[in-house]
T-cell receptor
Framework: DTGVSQNPRHKITKRGQNVTFRCDPISEHNRLYWYRQTLGQGPEFLTYFQNEAQLEKSRLLSDRFSAERPKGSFSTLEIQRTEQGDSAMYLC???????????????FGDGTRLSIL | SQQGEEDPQALSIQEGENATMNCSYKTSINNLQWYRQNSGRGLVHLILIRSNEREKHSGRLRVTLDTSKKSSSLLITASRAADTASYFCATGASSASKIIFGSGTRLSIRP
């Protein structure tokens, strides 16, 4: 079990630039989740995939955010025209889901910390 | 939006003492999970309790669930310095595959 891997660990960029993060889940996990976490708060759900299908997207996610999981394995999260409010930790998690439901533990990566200058 | 609210927001205890954290939520759930997060790291799953269960144990952890009060508690017995972390509850509904996290309790263990 190599765990969930996220790259890069840190990203510093200027306001208005585009950024892309990558998540490699545990290989046999079919579900993949993206969260955003700000200091002192719990993770906030952004979106989730079952295999390559994006099944749910938070209403909090603006059109500047897009996520893909093209082959049902790794996933990318892109933020276009970054704003200072996008500064946060972006966490990825994966789990094994057989049927609809949330009763499987999620395994988290160590996140990508985004800082917007 | 976050469904769970942990109480207290911060807790500092002496090593060896027990630590109790509470979580309250608003809507019906299928399960409730507890996670730990060390500073700068991802979350680690600790324990899951289903809506038809009232109590569950795992090592030094004891979780209770009261669906009538929409609340759960996490007890860590005989605390150790390595237990210093933030602890989050997360609720899941049967109709959804996502879980919703609370705002967490920051636990500090004094040597």
């Amino acid at each position: 079990d190599t765990g969930v891997s996220q790259n890069p660990r840190h990203k510093i960029t200027k306001r208005g630039q585009n950024v892309t993060f990558r998540c490699d889940p545990i290989s046999e996990h079919n579900r993949l989740y993206w969260y955003r976490q700000t200091l002192g708060q719990g993770p906030e759900f952004l979106t989730y995939f079952q295999n390559e299908a994006q099944l749910e997207k938070s209403r909090l996610l603006s059109d500047r955010f897009s996520a893909e999981r093209p082959k049902g394995s790794f996933s990318t999260l892109e933020i276009q025209r970054t704003e200072q409010g996008d500064s946060a930790m972006y966490l990825c998690a994966s789990s094994l889901g057989v049927k609809q439901g949330s009763d499987q533990p999620q395994h988290f990566g160590d996140g990508t910390r985004l800082s917007i200058l | 939006s976050q469904q769970g609210e942990e109480d207290p927001q911060a807790l500092s205890i002496q090593e060896g003492e027990n630590a109790t954290m509470n979580c309250s939520y608003k809507t019906s759930i299928n399960n409730l999970q507890w996670y730990r997060q060390n500073s700068g790291r991802g979350l680690v799953h600790l324990i899951l309790i289903r809506s038809n269960e009232r109590e569950k144990h795992s090592g030094r952890l004891r979780v209770t669930l009261d669906t009538s009060k929409k609340s759960s508690s996490l007890l860590i017995t005989a605390s150790r310095a390595a237990d210093t972390a933030s602890y989050f509850c997360a609720t899941g509904a049967s109709s959804a595959s996502k879980i919703i996290f609370g705002s967490g309790t920051r636990l500090s263990i004094r040597p």
